[in-house]
């Protein structure tokens, strides 16, 4: 007693003997274990965990009685046939002579029931070297173990590698996959002859992003396999721009409404694609109910876990996940493990009896002698069975467990072969293959490489870890409506990333026999054209297609923004493409150009054909009386806004937009002027206005330019004016004249003659101003060449205005009533009390003095 509280006041470590464990020990438990145990007479003992039942038998929950280990049940033929491979590869090692020659091994393999809480109890069974455990004591006394090959499932690894890397006790791993166990601080003796799931899950990224898919969901069993897996798998497509639609979780223990949310999910999303990160048990509940309910026309991405197996490929299932695409580890064929697995003695242990009681769906005993009918005898054969126990055409798993156990056998080799003075421990010693320690077989597994017998495959381990090469297999459907799996494909992920997958597109067989891809977006492309809009509060692959506005465009598939075109560009009808802007203006070769043409070219022959009638007249009364140089200049006026007008066709130049400006600002000022009825007058307003003109073409000229704000498809062609104060004073000045000639003639159309020229000159005034006051919205309202044809129209109404009230009247007397052309009928007379017309005709400028004088006379007498 007082050792013993020396000990526990030291922190309870302390080494016993044996007989003193058996005094102070007890057990607070018993396991039950099931398994295989050959120990005997063997010089080195492999151990082994594998899940050959399905999951532990429920308990009462009884409290009143010493709880007992839980059973297992649901036998699994797969993960029992990987048991049988244990077996036959120790067997034929043990036939070798050129692997440990000297060494027979022996094995202690139990079944973790795929439960955490029973690869724990074999764990610690398996460290105390006998039946019952003694958590950090060995009891045993027979040959040293060398390592565990197992658990199964990672979640069942990661709970034996804690405990096992507690006493650096190797372990290596035939399909636990997880990216957790990568972790050498925490898992520090753990190796795997299958890929770590950070090839896998990049594997998935690469082909869900090779066939183009934005919009999946995800399934994952609800332990570290499938949330390590998922996570990888998201974090990479998520930064490549795919969305996940709904990310579900398998429970790990048996939830009808659990697994009818997750269908519901499924049916609901409008994904196409389905990515599984899960192990064939947790998955099978899920498939019936898919099943059940018939849910098609989705594609599935299958881990290495399921993507092959019996328990998932069950009949029915082609329907549902015919199409799928998985990710296989290596598969091998090894020959003589068939005829192993067909030679099983029914009798040899009670985990083969039961066995072959649940293969052939019987009862039966070895101390049952009598044979009912139904009931199995012993004497069946394993071959007609045709079930996934003695499938041996998708080894994959199954070779991993070959590869594993032979890894540690070329490490036993190794370790038992070392030289003396040559080893790898401190004072270059070697170990004892009866007596070693597991830190140093350790060493020799971390740097063991050896060729797998039958496949030359050369197994090396990398931190624990073996090369990611998978096999793509495409679930098919053959003849009979069975699925069948195709090889399609590889991926190596210890090469450069470009050369990592290689996929056979035309060999893959989609879902429900279609010939392409299909397609699993939340919205469809954007095209060239458009834009995304992303939807207020969802993923970013959902998404709206705006078109770009007028002047944008977007020439590539899902552009975020539209680009503005460049000021001389513009976008195409289908926003696609800048494409120049259209260059507008008014040219002479158009219909509107020639029409223009045509008919200021016709003013001008009808003005000059006017001139030619006064010149040929010019010694007539009617002549002389209007001030013959007056009229001729007036002419002269007309003519040039005639041809001023063609100015305005044509592409704007610096001389055509100066000209043509200032040639009708002139042409009216002098048209107007000469309508004064004196010369000096004339001359004056003529002067005033050409050195205005002068001063805002030294100044200020008028120049091309190319408007480009005015229309937005089209560049337009046209002359800015220079200054707007200069062309409005000009302009100005213009109707300035226009009103004080109507304003004269306006007061002199009641002094008639028998010509009055003022009625004349107020009608050709009136029509000037309706011209131009009708001109200025219709001018306004106009852009482009248009408006230069406004302008244009303007310009040869008003002069043909003038043109026809001024000289029409005159020329109609001269060709057609030249008796009336005399002195007689040019001289003004006197207007009769009543108000009837007499006196003779009289210039306006005659009329305009007579009309002051009698104003003036009338004010002196009154």
Known sequence: ???????????????????????????????????????????????????????????????????????????????????????????????????????????????????????????????????????????????????????????????????LGLYHFPQVSYSSTCSALNSKFQFPTFLRTVPNDIHQSTAMAQLVLHFGWTWVGTVAADDDYGK???????????????????????????????????????????????????????LS???????????????????????????????????????????????????????????????????????????FNGTMSKAVEVVLGGLCTGSESLAQLNNTYSDVSQLRITYSVYKAVYAVAHALHNLEHCKAGQGPFIGIGCADITEFEPWQLMYYLKNVRFKVPHTDEEVYFTDGDVEGFYDIINWGVDSNGEISYLTVGHYNGSV??????????????????????????????????????????????????????DGEISNMTNARECVLCSGDHWSNDAHDACVPKIVEFLAFGEPLGITLIVISAF???????????????????????????????????????????????????????????????????????????????????????????????????PYPVKNTSAQNIKIILECNEGSVVFICCIFAYDILLALLAFVFAFLARKLEDHFSEAKCVTFGMLVFFIVWISFVPAYLSTRGKFMVAVQIFAILASSFGLLSCVFLPKCYILLLKPERNTEEMMRPHDKPRD?????????????????????ASTAFDD
């Not at 108000?835 to 004088?853: C, F, H, M, R, W």
Request: glycine share 8%.
């Open 228 to 282: 390590y897996g998922i996570k990888d798998f998201k974090e990479q497509v998520e930064e490549a721009g795919v969305c996940i639609s709904f990310s579900e979780t398998l429970p790990k223990v048996n939830s009808p409404e659990d697994i009818e949310r997750i269908v519901q999910t499924i049916i609901e999303s409008t994904a196409k694609i389905i990515v599984v990160f899960s192990s064939d048990v947790d």
């Open 835 to 855: 108000g009837t017309s007499t006196g003779t005709s009289a210039s306006l400028a005659t009329s305009a003095t007579e009309v002051n004088s009698t104003i």
């Open 603 to 701: 003013g001008a022959l009808v003005t000059f054909a006017v001139a030619v009638i006064f010149a040929l007249h010019v010694g007539t009364p009617l002549v002389k009386a209007n001030d013959a140089l007056l009229s001729f200049s007036l002419l002269f006026s007309l003519m040039v806004t005639f041809l001023c007008s063609i100015v305005f066709l044509g592409e704007p130049q610096h001389w055509s937009c100066m000209t043509s400006q200032v040639a009708l600002a002139l042409g009216f000022a002098l048209c107007l002027s000469s309508l004064m009825g004196k010369r000096a007058i004339a001359a004056v307003i003529f002067a005033v206005l050409a050195f205005a003109c002068t001063v805002w073409l030294i100044l200020l000229p």
């Open 285 to 359: 509940p899920l498939v019936l109910e898919l099943i059940r309910q018939n849910v098609t026309n989705r594609t599935w991405i299958a881990s290495e876990a399921w993507v092959t197996s019996a328990l998932i490929n069950r009949p029915g299932v082609s329907s549902v996940l015919g199409g799928t695409i998985g990710f296989g580890v290596k598969r091998a064929d090894i020959p003589g493990l068939q005829r192993h697995l067909l030679d099983l003695d029914p009798y040899a242990d009670p985990l083969t009896e039961e066995f072959w009681e649940k293969a």
């Open 496 to 549: 450069a990333p470009e050369h990592r997958m290689t996929i056979r597109n035309d060999s893959i067989v989609w879902n429900n026999e279609a010939l392409e891809p299909p397609r699993s977006v939340c919205s469809e492309n954007c095209m060239p054209g458009t834009r995304k809009g992303i939807r207020q509060g969802e993923p970013v692959c959902c998404f709206d297609c705006i078109p770009c506005v």
């Open 1 to 163: 007693s007082s050792f013993i509280n020396r000990t526990q006041s030291l922190g309870g470590v302390a080494i016993l003997n044996a007989s003193l464990c058996c005094v102070t020990c007890k057990l607070k438990a018993k396991f039950n274990l099931n398994g295989y145990k050959d120990v005997e007479k063997k010089k080195v003992v492999i151990g082994g965990m594998f899940p050959v039942h399905m999951s532990v038998a429920s308990s009462a929950g009884n409290t009143s009685r010493l709880p007992i280990s839980s059973g297992c049940e649901g036998m699994n033929y797969r993960t029992f046939r990987w048991t049988q491979t244990m077996l036959f590869a120790i067997n034929e090692i043990n036939n070798m002579k050129e692997l440990l020659p000297n060494t027979d091994l022996g094995y202690v393999i139990y079944d973790s029931c795929f439960t955490i809480s029973k690869a724990v109890e074999g764990t610690l069974t398996y460290l105390t070297g006998q039946d019952e455990a003694v958590p950090n004591y060995r009891c045993g006394t027979g040959a040293p173990l060398a390592a565990l090959v197992g658990a199964g499932g990672s979640d069942l690894s990661i709970a034996t590698a804690r405990i």
